[in-house]
């Protein structure tokens, strides 16, 4: 299944927030921005159900992007990762968590159709085939591959839901390839996607 990495955290409602919601939110954090501590404070930071999209903003409220020599590692914030996850996590913290924010994006979509995040039914298929398709706009095949492959690597998941999570993942994948070629990819058109396949019986879910 899908192991959010905001770990028992599940968004109840699909929210927004305004550019000052989200900076008034950072400042009664009273973190300090361009400090080497910044970007994994403001990751942990607590958050609420009308502010929960803020921390996708942390980078630039702590202004990662000028400062990227910020050390800091992904495994600290969630120690639920694979050895897979946090070896990614150890090449490249600051890209494999943008990776992993486009994880907390899916769960944001696919709530838009299912109200209560499940495993291992069309809620989980969901997740699992837009997550897919986001990471392959954002980064390529290779780099979503390595992101999704590592995450699946739980010795303790079973074998069916193992299947069940790779076949989506996979799915995702190419209906995203195709859709950055033809120019179309958007939020939209991937989950638009998803519903199309899970019609024509194309996703797999092991329970409903």
């Not at 950072?26 to 929960?52: E, R």
Request: charged share 30%; aromatic share 8%.
């Amino acid at each position: 299944m899908l192991r959010l990495l905001l770990m028992t955290v599940i968004i109840a409602i699909a929210s927004s927030s305004s550019a000052d919601d989200c900076l008034d939110w950072f400042k009664k954090t009273d973190i300090k921005p361009n400090t080497k501590d910044c970007l994994i404070d403001c990751s942990i930071a607590p958050i609420g159900m009308g502010d929960f999209m803020c921390r996708n903003r942390c980078d630039e409220f702590c202004k990662v992007s000028q400062a990227k020599e910020t050390i800091f590692k992904l495994s600290d914030l969630y120690p639920g990762l694979t050895s897979a996850e946090r070896a990614l996590a150890a090449e490249d913290p600051v890209k494999a968590l943008d990776a992993y924010r486009l994880s907390w994006k899916a769960e944001e979509l696919c709530h838009s159709l299912y109200a209560k995040s499940k495993t291992n039914d069309a809620s989980d298929a969901c997740r699992h085939f837009v997550w897919a398709g986001l990471l392959t706009n954002s980064y390529g095949k290779d780099y979503a591959l390595k992101i999704l492959n590592a995450h699946e690597q739980d010795p303790f998941q079973p074998k069916e839901e193992l299947a069940m999570d790779n076949s989506n993942n996979r799915l995702g994948i190419l209906h995203s390839e195709t859709l950055i070629k033809d120019k179309k990819f958007s939020d939209e058109t991937i989950l638009e996607s998803f519903k199309r396949s899970l019609k024509k019986s194309e996703i797999v879910k092991l329970k409903e």
